[in-house]
Every structure is written in structure tokens, then in C-alpha cells.
């Protein structure tokens, strides 16, 4: 009896251990990514790393979510991730022209990288290959800002030649020119005058960069009455119509239009009096972050690469239907 009981309590003991096993085994087969972001604290960003996370759970897969302002925090978040056995990091980078620094490193790791909005690009300037890229198409993004713009100018019976257009501008960052490049494209094309763009060179991609950056140009061409502001995002928009606003221009006088369709746009719109903002060209940020982080899911499991460069298209949100688009979207 007692040769059988003990032999029942080693076999149980040998079935818990394997048990352990088996589920240690499986949480270190568990597949671990990285989703890293430049601006952790924007609305875009934050939808895109939640919608990782949310694929993740429902995949089988971990997201760590860090964030990288400049190189040394970028690099810096590799070597987390690495020391905590990812095999692979989504990246939205600070600076374009990280691509080889950043690339070096993750093939020290043996790390798969997929970039998400901005794209890397070699030193002289070009798109870097061989590293699969989800992103808008700027141009195109730029151009329905144009479109918009001019439609509310005419809708408003605004003259384009009395209109002054504030354009906020990042030119080391290729996606912002390729934005307000096709921004002012549809404007001229729809018969505003090029000697009335005026450019504001921002230090930073958000509100209070913009505002710096508008409010001497607005001061300097007080002689206009009516303004347009684009940039490359709606942070940047919204700090050109704070300018407007401190400067003592009424809401009815500007048309802002922005690009991403995120919380800082559901905020402005839910004001109780409208403002300059007019709209935004919104892209679903939750899109963004769900696929690229399940297209680096699949590739590093299944071997499956992901196609070299994805764009995406945007949607018109403005204060009459952004919460359609929204919804629409999954914003």
C-alpha cells in the first residue's frame, strides 16, 4: 500500500513539474515586439500602441510600448527590448535619418523591423530598402487639405486674392514636405495666389512648437483679414489657429485644416463654439498600429515578410461628422 501511495504521489509530482514546464516553455515561445513611438503622449500615437496591444491579446503575441524622442532614447529602447528576448520592433522614428543607425543596431540583435508613418531613409535622402513601411501617402494626404481648404474658401465666397494661407512647415522631416507640398498644390491649382503662402518654420511637431512659430508670421501680415492654416499635422494646425485666436482674428475668419483624426481634433470639435479649425484629413491611427504590428507578428513567426511599402488613404472629418468618421474608422 505504501509502495503504491508513493508511487501516486511521484507520478503526480512528475505530472505537476511537467505542467510547469510546459507553461514555461510556452510563455518563452510566446512571440515578444516592440512598438516604439516619438511622441508618446499624442493621441496618435497612444491609438496606435493600444491597437498593437489589442492584437497582441487576441494574436498571442506581447507588445512593449516605449517611446523614443531622439537617438539615444531610440537606441536605448532597442537594447531594452532586446534584453527582454524581442525578436522584432515596430517604429515610428524621430528623425528619418536614423534609419542606418537604428537598422545597425537591430541586426547586431538579429531583430525584424517594421516602420510605421515615417519612413527611413539613407543619407542621401532616399527611402532605405529592405525595411517593409506603412505609412499615408503624403502627397496625396496634402493635397485633400488643399481641396478642403479650397472648398470651404469658396463655400465662405472668401477671394483667394485677400486670403493669406499659413503654412507650418518641418522641412527635415520628408513626410511633413511631401504634406504641405501637396497642400499648397491643390490650393494653387485652385486659383490661390503663391505670393500670399507664408511659411512658419516649427522647432517641434506639436501645438506649442506651431504656436511659436505662427504667431510672428501673423504679426508681420496684419494686413490680411482672412487666413488658411495647414501643416503636417492637426497639433501643428491647432497651434497656428491658437496664434489666430491670441492675434484677434474671429473663427470665422480662419480655415484650419489638420491630418491624423485623433484627440486633439475630437477635443476641438466638441467645443461648445467653433473655432478656426475647420477639419482634419483623418487616418485610422488604430489601423496603423494593429497592422503593423500584426504584419511583424506574422512575419517573425510565420516567415511571411511584409510588403515593402503600404499607404493609406484619409477621410474628411470636420465638426458636422466627425463622429461618423470615427466610428467609421475605429478611432
Not at 211 to 227: K, T
Not at 248 to 254: N, Q, S, T
Request: glycine share 10%; hydrophobic share 40%.
Amino acid at each position: 500500500m505504501k509502495l503504491t501511495t508513493t508511487f501516486t504521489r511521484l507520478a503526480l509530482g512528475s505530472a505537476i513539474m511537467l505542467a510547469s514546464l510546459g507553461s514555461v516553455q510556452a510563455q518563452e515561445d510566446e512571440v515578444k515586439i516592440g512598438f516604439i513611438v516619438k511622441k508618446p503622449e499624442q493621441a496618435w500615437f497612444i491609438n496606435e500602441q493600444e491597437a498593437a496591444t489589442a492584437a497582441g491579446e487576441e494574436l498571442g503575441f506581447e507588445v512593449v510600448r516605449l517611446g523614443g524622442e531622439d537617438g539615444q532614447e531610440v537606441l536605448s529602447a532597442i537594447d531594452n527590448l532586446y534584453s527582454q528576448g524581442a525578436e522584432g520592433f515596430v517604429i515610428c522614428p524621430p528623425d528619418v535619418r536614423l534609419g542606418p543607425a537604428i537598422m545597425n543596431r537591430a541586426e547586431q540583435y538579429g531583430m525584424k523591423v517594421v516602420t510605421v508613418d515615417d519612413q527611413f531613409v539613407t543619407s542621401s535622402g532616399e527611402p532605405m530598402e529592405g525595411v517593409p513601411h506603412l505609412g499615408m501617402s503624403g502627397t496625396k494626404i496634402g493635397q485633400q487639405v488643399g481641396e478642403a481648404i479650397a472648398a470651404e474658401m469658396e463655400a465662405r465666397g472668401w477671394n483667394p486674392e485677400e486670403v493669406a494661407a499659413l503654412r507650418i512647415t518641418n522641412n527635415e522631416l520628408p513626410t511633413a514636405v511631401e504634406r504641405t507640398d501637396g497642400a499648397t498644390e491643390a490650393l494653387l491649382a485652385s486659383g490661390f495666389s503663391e505670393e500670399n503662402i507664408f511659411d512658419a518654420p516649427q522647432q517641434s511637431t506639436d501645438t506649442s512648437g506651431a504656436f511659436s512659430a505662427a504667431s510672428p508670421v501673423l504679426s508681420q501680415h496684419g494686413d490680411y483679414e482672412h487666413w488658411v492654416i495647414y501643416a503636417l499635422n492637426e497639433e501643428s494646425v491647432l497651434g497656428g489657429v491658437r496664434a489666430t485666436e491670441q492675434y484677434g482674428l474671429a473663427p470665422e475668419d480662419v480655415i484650419g485644416v489638420g491630418i491624423n483624426g485623433s484627440g486633439a481634433a475630437f477635443a476641438e470639435f466638441s467645443r461648445d463654439n467653433p473655432t478656426g479649425f475647420h477639419g482634419t484629413v483623418a487616418v485610422s491611427s488604430t489601423m496603423h498600429g494593429r497592422q503593423t504590428a500584426e504584419d511583424l507578428y506574422r512575419w517573425i513567426s510565420e516567415g511571411e515578410e511584409p510588403p515593402a511599402n503600404t499607404e493609406t488613404s484619409g477621410t474628411l472629418m470636420t465638426r458636422d461628422n466627425w463622429q461618423e468618421v470615427r466610428e467609421e474608422l475605429g478611432l
